[in-house]
């Protein structure tokens, strides 16, 4: 899937609806107004006043005048949507009743004043504690400062003209301390586990915008060389150190290779933060790098007419990233799919601003398209709040606020000043065409594909260990009715067991790919779970049209007590931004906070149909458990579901388990399928088997063999003959490794 090439290949489609306008944006600008009123409710007067006299004001967040993360961003952050509502939506918007732009333009201001008097640089106020914030020198700085502190900046410039020149001195002296300080520091690297892509993006931004600010500033060629390095050593690639290319030919000879301090991406181009592969962090920095171009040439441009500094390096590998990673985690909701999940709020489409950054430099009709879709959901996600912030439950309240409110504006304001009417946005259609295909990530181990129906896909984490994956039905309305879950090493599909006296775990002992092709694949594997008192043995195959088939087999390694049963899981979210209830088909019974369906099928919305083999004689699906999952409450179905405690000896099968899940069906079609699941017949001793359908009449066989014993021959060529199977899988233990064995309508004999 990778072209390891050294050049963004970027390919113009222009065969969509429409050219984007400015006006496809303007809903960017009415949703902040929207949420002014969250912002005048967290607004508070500081009775005191700055050693020059100043009145200031702040935000209320976490630490509410604390000089760290939880008392600074946020109350930075506000300040500059404020100040830009001022500068740029009057007349274009209309506010709430109870927000005036004389409050606006004082929340704005004041906030402002707080946040440079409260800085290191200037000492005019301290935060509570007698402590001040910010980065001063390599002997006093505070990590994440130059973030914060780069929204202080769009803040100023936002109100620049009415700033005296008492204030614009402040805002000099924060911002040159803050860059000062990256004049010393070393510039980190390192990719396993905690990536500094993305810090090393946020000190772009101050440099970025201190430079826009000043320009002629003696320093200002100190800091846009620094600036270079930060912005290559971002998203920054082991191949960057063969880079022979010149970075800015304009300005210096000086190469790629030259600005290169070590890797933050892995070979194949992902990144791992909080010790996985997190795809919030991966799009992240792209929209750091964006936010760097655009003070860089907006604040110039603006303030004094002309762009003395531009550089090449704020795109370094953007485009590369987009390409290879995250289109081919792209949902046709905009969202980004999360195969190992998220630990921060769910459904936040953060990544808008990324595309904003690769539609508005790199031109790119794939992210433009990407882009608007994003910005209906987080609309959408807005009108379930009173106040007009962005979500209900946020993980780290104003903080998250704050940040889901900067990434609008810069959307806004990245189409602004990069307009983007000449371009056509993609189709989804179009967009699928050129990212579907099956994608294996080896540094991450995880694995996806796409289809007109649904995105897939499945992750062994490498980093923080889970196995688990999940799918997104191709549908704006739906594409997140599954959210992206783990639990006890495992997660979406495998769900768990619960074992009396240990713990709900799971070990990986061995997986591997069986098959890959076009937008398909078969993966499978071994896992000891529950302490190691269970072994299982799990296959998972997405198809290239729409279903996803999951097979397990179960075994003891010791004697135990089962009790509980959590099989086939799929995470449902029942969320008033999603959808509150959800309707199953057949009509299920209640039993206490489960809904219950007693049989072998079960169709969520006429959305999502599932289908269950397994060796109960009476199989049950439950429904229910629902619990606030970063933010998003989110129900658990499970499709193989028992509390009857079972005592088991050592070797015992515990279970036999085929399940398969089928995106935008109706509950009719979904009786359907489970009528076409039938028995393989006239199969050899030791030997099972069904034979299953996908939507578009592909029949699938799984024959399976859960002794171990081998003896037993299969006859290939009298099955295909008698079913005629798309493809036929295999799966038995030989010598106590798990074999998966897919066979592409061939006739032969097989062990």
């Known amino acids: 899937m990778l072209r390891q090439t050294l050049t963004y290949l970027f390919l113009l489609i222009v065969t969509a609806t429409h050219a984007a306008t400015t006006d496809d944006f303007d809903l960017a600008l009415q949703m902040l107004a929207d949420f002014t009123p969250y912002m005048s409710n967290q607004y508070q007067v500081i009775d005191d006043k700055n050693t020059l006299g100043e009145s200031m004001a702040t935000f209320k967040g976490e630490n509410t005048f604390g000089n760290n993360e939880q008392g600074v961003r946020h109350n930075a952050d506000l300040s500059m949507i404020c100040a830009f509502l001022c500068k740029y939506a009057k007349g274009k918007v209309t506010l709430p009743s109870t927000v005036t732009w004389d409050k606006l333009a004082k929340m704005a201001r004041t906030t402002l004043t707080y946040s440079y008097s409260t800085h290191k640089a200037n000492r005019l106020y301290p935060c509570k504690n007698n402590q001040y914030w910010g980065s001063v020198s390599n002997a006093d700085n505070a990590w994440e400062s130059s973030l914060w502190a780069m929204s202080v900046a769009y803040s100023a410039f936002f109100q620049w003209e009415q700033l005296s020149a008492k204030q614009r001195e402040q805002i000099y002296n924060l911002l040159k301390a803050e860059c000062n300080y990256e004049l010393e520091r070393t510039i980190p690297t390192g990719y396993q586990g905690d990536t500094k892509a993305e810090e090393n993006g946020w000190e772009c931004d101050v440099l970025a915008a201190t430079i826009g600010l000043f320009p002629t500033d003696p320093l200002a060629t100190n800091w846009f060389k620094r600036l270079r390095e930060f912005a290559v050593n971002s998203y920054s690639h082991p191949m960057d150190a063969d880079n022979d290319e010149v970075a800015d030919p304009h300005f210096d000879q000086t190469t790629i290779a030259q600005l290169y301090k070590g890797p933050n991406l892995y070979d194949d181009f992902t990144l791992q933060n909080h010790n996985y592969f997190h795809t919030s962090y991966q799009n992240v920095v792209a929209q750091e790098l964006g936010e760097a171009a655009l003070a860089l040439k907006l604040f110039q441009t603006d303030i004094h007419k002309q762009e003395r500094w531009k550089t090449n390096t704020l795109m370094h590998q953007v485009g590369f990233v987009m390409d290879e990673v995250l289109n081919r985690l792209a949902l046709a909701d905009g969202e980004l799919a999360m195969p190992n999940g998220n630990d921060w709020s769910l459904f936040l489409y953060d990544q808008i601003t990324s595309f904003s950054t690769v539609s508005c430099f790199l031109r790119d009709p794939y992210a433009l398209m990407l882009e608007q879709r994003a910005l209906r959901q987080i609309a959408k996600r807005q009108k379930t709040t009173p106040d007009g912030s962005w979500l209900l439950r946020p993980d780290v309240g104003a903080r998250r606020m704050g940040v889901e409110a900067h990434r609008v504006m810069m959307t806004w304001l990245m189409h602004h000043?990069?307009?983007?009417?000449?371009?056509?946005?993609?189709?989804?259609?179009?967009?699928?065409?050129?990212?579907?295909?099956?994608?294996?990530?080896?540094?991450q181990d995880v694995i996806t594909a796409s289809s007109p129906q649904r995105f897939t896909c499945f992750s062994w984490s490498k980093g923080l260990k889970n196995y688990t994956g999940y799918f997104a039905p191709t549908s704006e309305e739906h594409n997140n009715i599954v959210v992206p879950f783990r639990?006890?090493?495992?997660?979406?599909?495998?769900?768990?067991?619960?074992?009396?006296?240990?713990?709900?775990?799971?070990?990986?002992?061995?997986?591997?790919?069986?098959?890959?092709?076009?937008?398909?694949?078969?993966?499978?594997?071994?896992?000891?779970?529950?302490?190691?008192?269970?072994?299982?043995?799990?296959?998972?195959?997405?198809?290239?049209?729409?279903?996803?088939?999951?097979?397990?087999?179960?075994?003891?390694?010791?004697?135990?007590?089962?009790?509980?049963?959590?099989?086939?899981?799929?995470?449902?979210?029942?969320?008033?931004?999603?959808?509150?209830?959800?309707?199953?088909?057949?009509?299920?019974?209640?039993?206490?906070?489960?809904?219950?369906?007693?049989?072998?099928?079960?169709?969520?919305?006429?959305?999502?149909?599932?289908?269950?083999?397994?060796?109960?004689?009476?199989?049950?699906?439950?429904?229910?458990?629902?619990?606030?999952?970063?933010?998003?409450?989110?129900?658990?179905?499970?499709?193989?579901?028992?509390?009857?405690?079972?005592?088991?000896?050592?070797?015992?099968?515990?279970?036999?388990?085929?399940?398969?899940?089928?995106?935008?069906?109706?509950?009719?079609?979904?009786?359907?399928?489970?009528?076409?699941?039938?028995?393989?017949?006239?199969?050899?001793?030791?030997?099972?088997?069904?034979?299953?359908?996908?939507?578009?009449?592909?029949?699938?066989?799984?024959?399976?063999?859960?002794?171990?014993?081998?003896?037993?021959?299969?006859?290939?060529?009298?099955?295909?003959?008698?079913?005629?199977?798309?493809?036929?899988?295999?799966?038995?233990?030989?010598?106590?490794?798990?074999?998966?064995?897919?066979?592409?309508?061939?006739?032969?004999?097989?062990?």
């Open 487 to 751: 639990t006890g090493n495992t997660g979406n599909y495998i769900g768990y067991y619960e074992v009396e006296g240990k713990k709900t775990d799971a070990i990986d002992v061995k997986h591997a790919i069986a098959y890959s092709d076009s937008n398909s694949y078969i993966v499978y594997g071994t896992l000891e779970t529950n302490e190691r008192t269970l072994r299982n043995r799990y296959m998972l195959f997405a198809t290239g049209n729409n279903l996803v088939l999951y097979f397990d087999m179960t075994r003891t390694t010791r004697e135990c007590t089962i009790t509980k049963e959590r099989g086939g899981l799929l995470a449902i979210s029942t969320d008033p931004f999603t959808k509150t209830t959800r309707t199953l088909h057949p009509q299920p019974t209640t039993n206490g906070q489960w809904s219950i369906v007693n049989g072998q099928w079960v169709n969520i919305d006429n959305c999502v149909g599932v289908v269950v083999r397994n060796d109960k004689q009476a199989n049950t699906i439950a429904f229910g458990d629902q619990q606030d999952n970063n933010s998003i409450l989110t129900s658990k179905l499970y499709a193989s579901y028992s509390d009857s405690p079972r005592t088991m000896g050592v070797g015992d099968k515990v279970d036999t388990r085929l399940i398969a899940y089928y995106s935008n069906i109706t509950a009719d079609q979904t009786k359907q399928l489970n009528q076409q699941v039938k028995p393989v017949t006239d199969l050899p001793t030791n030997w099972e088997g069904y034979q299953v359908n996908d939507t578009d009449g592909s029949l699938y066989l799984v024959l399976y063999n859960t002794t171990g014993k081998t003896d037993t021959r299969l006859n290939m060529e009298k099955i295909t003959n008698t079913y005629h199977p798309n493809m036929t899988i295999i799966l038995t233990v030989v010598d106590g490794e798990f074999v998966v064995l897919p066979m592409t309508g061939t006739s032969s004999n097989q062990s």
């Open 417 to 443: 000043v990069l307009p983007t009417n000449d371009i056509t946005p993609t189709t989804w259609e179009q967009f699928l065409a050129r990212y579907s295909e099956t994608g294996y990530y080896p540094d």
